[in-house]
């Protein structure tokens, strides 16, 4: 069974720092390039960051440069997000998503940020 396990949400003060992981099992994660998207309340989804099947290439919304940081351990099967200088704006629920073109797409059931004082 293909499973794409969110964590490390919750609520944090704007300025502040989270980091997600997203743990997956069930298909070869070495061999997929990986995406974080995220949906804010009341707003469709956006793509937040690609991160290529090495792990030596990632891309970044214009929204999230120079803030958040993808990585990857294809040791460990995990998929991480490193979520810095939060703002209000960044409040959403946050899905990680394979995105290997030919190949079949496996969602997570998404972990909410929210960013507050």
């Known amino acids: 069974e293909v499973q794409l396990v969110e964590s490390g949400g919750g609520l944090v003060q704007p300025g502040g720092s989270l980091r997600l992981s997203c743990a997956a099992s069930g298909f070869t994660f070495s061999s997929y390039a990986m995406t974080w998207v995220r949906q804010a309340p009341g707003k469709g989804l956006e793509w937040v960051a690609v991160?290529?099947?090495?792990?030596?290439?990632?891309t970044y919304a214009d929204s999230v440069k120079g803030r958040f940081t993808i990585s990857r351990d294809n040791a460990k099967n995990t998929l991480y997000l490193q979520m810095n200088s939060l703002k209000p704006a960044d409040t959403a629920v946050y899905y990680c998503?394979?995105?290997?073109?030919?190949?079949?797409?496996?969602w997570g059931q998404g972990t909410q940020v929210t960013v507050s004082s």
């Open positions: 991160i290529n099947r090495g792990g030596g290439t990632t």
């Open positions: 998503k394979s995105a290997q073109i030919g190949r079949p797409i496996y």
